[in-house]
């Protein structure tokens, strides 16, 4: 049998979306604490909390009786992240809800950034319950649900908290698991107030300077804790083009599905 180049960068992206899947799903099972992984599927028998999967497929192989047999499809809300768009669970009585580009960085530094989106940001991780609840708040543009509990700051993990004036304005996850490590939530709550003044609008230059310096400041983070590790995560839309900027290549769809019927 001859390799190829294109054969091993296929099989490189291949791993990577097995590293990613499974990455995203060790994240998804600390938020949830209940679930359990079996086979090429974790899920959770019980509810999963607002904006997180009650299944998460592991591998291309996972069948969709497999992914929706230990979960409460009878209860509002369940979902299920399709990590490798693969699975029709329209029978299943489910809806595609969205669809996302996993996405892979090579280890390294991260690129230049615009020096004043960057200095009117000060970052470090949180340490504290207290630092944990202020970040949710920030994150979820309200106050605090308790949904990241402070045992989560014991893990292999770290929230990264991006202050000025001494609010947070920005944030991220980022987790190690599967040989890489997985970035998510990022958020630049005060894109506006931090670039261009309370009227920018999303899109705008601000903003899109504020979210690059965000980015920029979580892969430095992630450099210097996890150093030759690649960085993993998912993102749509103009997150997805943000990530690109940050040298982050798609490299495979994934769909979530909302259950309906």
């Known amino acids: 049998m001859i390799i190829t180049p294109q054969d091993s960068e296929a099989d490189g992206t291949a791993a990577l979306l097995l590293a990613a899947a499974r990455n995203n799903a060790e994240w998804v099972a600390a938020v949830c604490r209940d679930g359990a992984f079996s086979g090429s599927v974790w899920s959770s028998a019980r509810r999963t909390p607002p904006l997180y999967p009650d299944a998460v497929s592991l591998t291309p192989r996972a069948s969709a009786a497999q992914v929706v047999a230990g979960i409460d499809t009878g209860s509002p809300g369940c979902s299920v992240k399709d990590s490798f768009a693969v699975l029709d669970l329209a029978p299943a009585g489910f809806e595609v809800l969205f669809e996302a580009r996993w996405i892979h960085r090579p280890a390294g530094p991260p690129g230049a950034v615009d020096d004043v989106a960057a200095g009117a940001v000060r970052w470090s991780e949180v340490r504290t319950a207290a630092e944990l609840e202020a970040w949710e708040a920030a994150w979820g543009g309200g106050a605090g649900t308790g949904l990241f509990r402070a045992e989560l700051l014991a893990r292999d993990l770290v929230f990264l908290a991006g202050r000025s004036g001494g609010r947070i304005v920005a944030g991220a996850v980022a987790s190690a698991g599967g040989g890489v490590v997985g970035v998510s939530n ?13 009227d920018a609008a999303d899109g705008s230059a601000g903003s899109v300077a504020a979210v690059d310096a965000a980015w920029a400041a979580v892969l430095g983070a992630v450099a210097a804790r996890w150093p030759g590790l690649p960085v993993v995560g998912y993102e749509q839309g103009a997150d ?8 982050f290549t798609p490299i495979g769809p994934l769909r979530v599905w909302l259950h309906t019927a």
Request: aromatic share 4%; hydrophobic share 50%; charged share 25%.
């Open 186 to 198: 990022l958020f630049t709550a005060d894109a506006a107030d931090t670039a261009d003044g309370p």
């Open 240 to 247: 997805l083009d943000a990530a690109v900027r940050a040298g």
